[in-house]
Nanobody, 122 residues
């Protein structure tokens, strides 16, 4: 079992940058692929980005490709989401998730964090 805790969410102006972190505890972190998801008010949760077990593979939704970067540090049991050029439509609760199967949007994710709020003002 894996326990995930996100941090780094805050209020930021449009065009700004933010880095989210997610620290894992429990099972061996490197045995899980990791993903970031988000959910805006009144909308379904959507996949944002995924990273492979070693960190050498990444995958992004079209909406964030080129602006967001996912990475991980297995020595620190942490996955990051660097978000640049933020827009008001990026406002959402951001969740990290762990998967035994893969890092694509279609893969099932086994464990979820509690989320961190990101608000982008115009």
């Amino acid at each position: 079992q894996v326990h995930l805790v996100e941090s780094g969410g805050t209020l930021v102006q449009a065009g700004g940058s933010l880095r989210l972190s997610c620290v894992a505890s429990g099972d061996t972190f490197s045995t899980y692929a990791m993903g970031w998801f988000r959910q805006a008010p009144g909308k379904d949760r959507e996949f944002v980005a995924g990273v492979s077990w070693s960190g050498d593979g990444t995958y992004y939704s079209d909406s964030v490709k080129g602006s967001f970067t996912i990475s991980r540090d297995n020595a620190k049991n942490t996955v990051y989401l660097q978000m640049n050029n933020l827009k008001p439509e990026d406002t959402a609760v951001y969740y990290c998730a762990a998967s035994r199967y893969g890092y694509y949007s279609r893969d099932p994710y086994d464990y979820w964090g509690q989320g961190t709020q990101v608000t982008v003002s115009s």
